[in-house]
């Protein structure tokens, strides 16, 4: 049976937090801001309660809440836990927490919050590292005494399909075998496809150094504990760091954290395209995001499907990827790295992914083990905007360096062995005639970024007869 008291009660801030008055640019923005921390404070506060605790979800009897709705539960003599609605029915709300469930028992006090997660977005966010729910977790000012942000709902609809501009324009990503083989363009989506341990932070790391937009917000889901600090500090830098925002869910935090961090840095990266500007939004690793969902969706009683991936899986990667991209005035690039099983390409979240994504860069294991960094297989990697974003003589110089590389392939067992006749394939002996010159403009140091202009003069120079 539920409770009603009028007992004043402080909302979660994760769910609700309260825009400081001086955030208010006007007499009438702070006057609304009052009489919505009056009414809030007013408001009677119903009370439902923990009916039961199962592995990793909870059943609240006595509340009514939506699908994505935030409550709090308040343990006796513990600090207050927030759970997520993840499923409805007549014996009560399945809820996932967002935090550890220690202490929690049947019968403890659940309140409602007053709707799904939100946060705060803005220009003052750049600099800053946040968790998984948007709190800051840098030992910066809080976010609600910083002027100019507003209070979203992280679920955000994408833009209509006939609404986004077109993909006309290359941006620059400071890699020279991207930014000529598999050229990115603005607004375009991503997908780095690779096993574990061959480069894909530090090729992410490489590109916020070394991108032409303006703002970069990075999402670090499922990450281990020990390298977000030596991300952000080495890889990214102070300058990196400056013009970027930080999202970090490390593998130990619940699944619907981990899960909810894709959705903030997205929305924070969305708030940005709103105001005109030109993002590039980095996710790793979307397989990880699909994990989270897994188990979220697992537990609140999905069948497994695909290898234990439950349907929710493969219908939340179009949610989330679709958000991405180009709007009227501004811009999100998506960069979104995806672990695949066994470095098997096939695996379903790498092939979902493909088939969503406007192309894919794939590393290998082969070049990492060879020393070869960023390990780009520019032969397995595509861009589906490549004639939209380059000019014919681009193109055409991109093609004479495929020509020779592919060739180098179909032949370099035969020169191992010493079986190969100089003359019998045009692009082999040109490609053998300029491997060494190939290797150094494929190969780039941590710290070495490279202009787009540059890039183009260089591969010209590179593949003139």
């Not at 955000?156 to 501009?165: F, Q, T």
């Not at 990827?321 to 979104?336: D, H, K, V």
């Not at 894919?360 to 020393?371: C, F, I, S, Y």
Request: with cysteine; glycine share 10%.
């Amino acid at each position: 049976m539920s409770t009603v008291t009028t007992s004043p009660v402080t909302t979660s801030p994760v769910a609700h937090p309260v825009a400081h008055p001086a955030g208010a640019t006007s007499l009438r923005e702070r006057l609304d801001l009052g009489r919505e921390q009056a009414l809030r404070a007013a408001a009677p506060l119903r009370l439902g309660r923990v009916s039961e605790t199962v592995g990793l979800h909870l059943r609240v009897v006595g509340l009514r809440g939506a699908v994505g709705d935030l409550l709090e539960v308040r343990p006796a003599d513990r600090a207050p836990v927030l759970v997520e609605v993840a499923a409805s029915s007549t014996e009560g709300l399945v809820c996932l927490p967002l935090g550890r469930t220690a202490g929690i028992e049947v019968g403890a006090p659940v309140h409602h919050t007053g709707g799904p997660l939100r946060v705060l977005v803005g220009d003052a966010l750049r600099g800053r590292v946040l968790d998984g729910l948007g709190r800051p977790v840098d030992g910066g000012p809080a976010l609600d005494t910083l002027p100019g942000l507003a209070l979203v709902d992280v679920d955000h609809a994408a833009p209509d399909a006939l609404s986004r501009p077109r993909i006309d324009r290359q941006l620059g990503l400071g890699l020279r075998a991207l930014d000529t083989l598999v050229p990115c363009g603005l607004g375009q989506r991503l997908g780095i496809m690779a096993g574990s341990g061959v480069g894909k932070s530090s090729l992410l790391s490489m590109i916020a150094r070394g991108t032409d937009a303006e703002v970069s917000v990075i999402a670090l889901i499922g990450e281990r504990g020990r390298e977000v600090r030596e991300f952000i500090e080495n890889d990214l830098g102070p300058e990196g760091l400056a013009r970027s925002v930080v999202v970090v869910a490390t593998s130990d935090a619940p699944p619907v954290e981990r899960l909810r961090a894709a959705f903030v840095a997205t929305r924070i990266a969305e708030s940005f395209r709103e105001a005109g500007r030109h993002v590039v939004l980095m996710m790793d690793s979307l397989t990880r995001v699909a994990m989270a969902q897994r188990e979220i969706g697992l537990s609140a009683g999905e069948p497994p499907a695909t290898r234990g991936y439950p349907p929710s899986v493969f219908a939340l990667l179009p949610r989330l990827l679709e958000r991405a991209g180009t709007a009227p005035g501004g811009s999100i690039t998506g960069l979104y790295t995806v672990l695949v099983e066994g470095d098997d390409l096939q695996d379903p979240i790498g092939d979902t992914a493909r088939s969503i994504l406007d192309g894919h860069v794939v590393l290998t294991r082969r070049l990492a083990t060879a020393g070869h960094f960023p390990s780009i297989d520019v032969l397995e990697s595509i861009s589906r905007t490549t004639g939209a974003v380059t000019g014919p003589a681009q193109r055409a110089d991109a093609v004479a360096l495929r020509r020779m590389l592919a060739a180098h392939r179909d032949v370099r067992e035969l020169v191992e062995i010493g079986a190969y006749v100089a003359g019998t394939d045009p692009d082999a002996d040109a490609a053998l005639a300029r491997m060494p010159r190939i290797e150094a403009f494929l190969r780039q140091d941590m710290e070495d970024s490279t202009p787009l202009p540059e890039a183009w003069s260089r591969l010209q120079e590179l593949v003139a007869p």
